[in-house]
């Protein structure tokens, strides 16, 4: 059974920075798109980045345009999101997604999440 585990959420002080990284238990070069959402309580699911198996194509959501980065290793089979400048606002759980459409809707994969918690 393919998985999808993600790491890298953690506490941290608004402005600063975290990694997450998605791991999966196969290769990801096949796998057409891979993304991050996000969920907030009480809040609607986010995509927040997502990008083609070759690069050629990356989502940003508005929100997290100029600070968020996605990037995949295709040889470590890990997928990352670099978050920069980070808002109290960009609390949620954040989870791995992989699928066909760069909207990653449906997906086909899913990770168990990773929160992330901003103080201001």
């Known amino acids: 059974q393919v998985q999808l585990v993600e790491s890298g959420g953690g506490l941290v002080a608004a402005g600063g920075s975290l990694q997450l990284s998605c791991e999966a238990s196969v290769r990801i070069y096949s796998i057409p798109v891979m993304g991050w959402y996000r969920q907030a309580p009480g809040q609607e699911r986010e995509l927040v980045a997502s990008?083609?198996?070759?690069?050629?194509?990356?989502y940003y959501a508005d929100s997290v345009k100029g600070r968020f980065a996605i990037s995949r290793d295709n040889a470590k089979r890990t997928l990352y999101l670099e978050m920069n400048s980070l808002k109290p606002e960009d609390t949620a759980m954040y989870y791995c997604a992989a699928g066909r459409t760069m909207n990653l809707d449906p997906y086909d994969l899913w990770g168990q999440g990773t929160q992330v918690a901003v103080f201001p």
């Open positions: 990008r083609s198996s070759g690069g050629s194509s990356t």
